[in-house]
């Protein structure tokens, strides 16, 4: 079978689909990308052919800060509708040379969905920000339809039916996620089906002592999203841990280094969790997954996008404490550290969830091949 898979150009959003071709590929079954090329070299796998689409349609926290209304209304008038305008011929020409028997489409890749319905391909919607389904801005009248036709001009500009914002596919709709994590109020329809974590299992084995020192072991990950804009809340959390146990912190900024701390611009998380005891995160889905997969407690200090969503959850299921990132203290921060490494509950409850998460790569990829 040949599977062509796309996505806008943030690898927060490539990376599961990253582990899903690398299933497909082991499988025995071609697999191509179409993306921009400033995440090729973040494609897996590596050697499988790809249609790159010139320039970038990214725009991170470090180029534009925006309160979160603004933010949400630069996202569907500006970067959506461009990053759609832009991809779409380049996905249509990489559908006519790959000539794929599905196109499975990150679920922001509004082109991808486009596309494979001009060409009349079978197409699978991927959810990795499952998030959204909750329907977060229910709360403010008039958001949700307002997002549902800024989506629906784009369709229409191409001449397809539209479809709501989140975008699902009508054939199945694969969501990297489990009914415990997101709850009962999550909006599902029969043809979405969770999959849990959509994570590259790779068996290559680390030394984690090379980057954690003894007991209790935190972990300090704010993505790659927050660049400079993190120093402060970093200085605090640096002040607030230290003293509780040896922490990473895992920045590429120059940052104080009290005994006990170390700064490093990356190291090997989804190896490392087996090992870590505490993290403190920014909420991205693909890092409170792997955390969750290892029964890891959090502290977790939303920055944007769905990121609120992701926080509160991990809260509600009992997995880790929320604060804010803006105005959380030093002594806040080192606080719900101690609370979540002090309480064996906290642990336990990301255990139960991080159990309902597997084997989601392999079970996805049985659902793609079903589809075509």
Request: glycine residues 8%.
């Amino acid at each position: 079978m040949r599977v062509l898979f796309t996505t806008l150009p943030a690898f927060g959003h490539a990376s599961p689909l990253c582990a899903l071709a690398v299933e497909l590929d082991k499988q025995g079954h071609d697999v191509a990308w179409v993306a921009h090329d400033e995440i090729r070299h973040r494609i897996r796998p590596t050697h499988t052919p790809f249609f790159a689409i010139p320039g970038g349609a990214r725009r991170t926290t470090t180029q534009r800060r925006r309160r979160a209304l603004a933010a949400v209304r630069e996202y569907f008038t500006d970067i959506l509708p461009r990053a759609a305008h832009a991809m779409l011929p380049h996905i249509r020409e990489a559908i006519a040379n790959f000539e794929p028997d599905v196109v499975v489409v990150e679920q922001s890749c509004i082109a991808g969905s486009i596309a494979a319905r001009l060409e009349d391909v079978p197409w699978v919607a991927v959810h990795v920000t499952p998030v959204l389904l909750l329907k977060p801005f229910d709360a403010l009248p008039g958001i949700q339809t307002w997002m549902d036709q800024q989506v629906g001009q784009i369709h229409r500009a191409h001449g397809v039916e539209p479809l709501p914002w989140p975008m699902r596919s009508p054939t199945k709709t694969l969501i990297a996620s489990s009914a415990d994590f997101l709850g009962e109020q999550a909006d599902v329809r029969e043809e979405d089906l969770f999959v849990g974590a959509l994570i590259d299992a790779d068996a290559n084995e680390i030394d984690p002592s090379h980057w954690l020192g003894p007991s209790p072991r935190i972990v300090v990950s704010l993505g790659t999203l927050t660049g400079d804009a993190g120093r402060a809340f970093l200085e605090r959390a640096i002040t607030g841990l230290a003293g509780l146990g040896s922490v990473l912190v895992l920045s590429s900024l120059d940052l104080p280094t009290p005994e006990g701390v170390r700064v490093e611009p990356w190291a090997p998380l989804p190896k490392l969790m087996p090992h870590v005891d505490a993290l403190l995160t920014h909420g991205g889905q693909n890092t409170v997954t792997e955390a969750l997969l290892h029964g890891v407690p959090m502290v977790v200090a939303p920055v944007q996008f769905d990121q609120p969503g992701v926080a509160l959850r991990v809260s509600a299921v009992g997995a880790g404490e929320m604060l804010s990132y803006a105005d959380a203290t030093a002594e806040d921060i080192g606080a719900a550290m101690r609370t979540v490494l002090g309480d064996p509950t906290y642990r336990a409850n990301a255990a139960r969830i991080g159990a309902t998460l597997g084997p989601g790569t392999v079970q996805a990829a049985a659902h793609i091949v079903a589809s075509a």
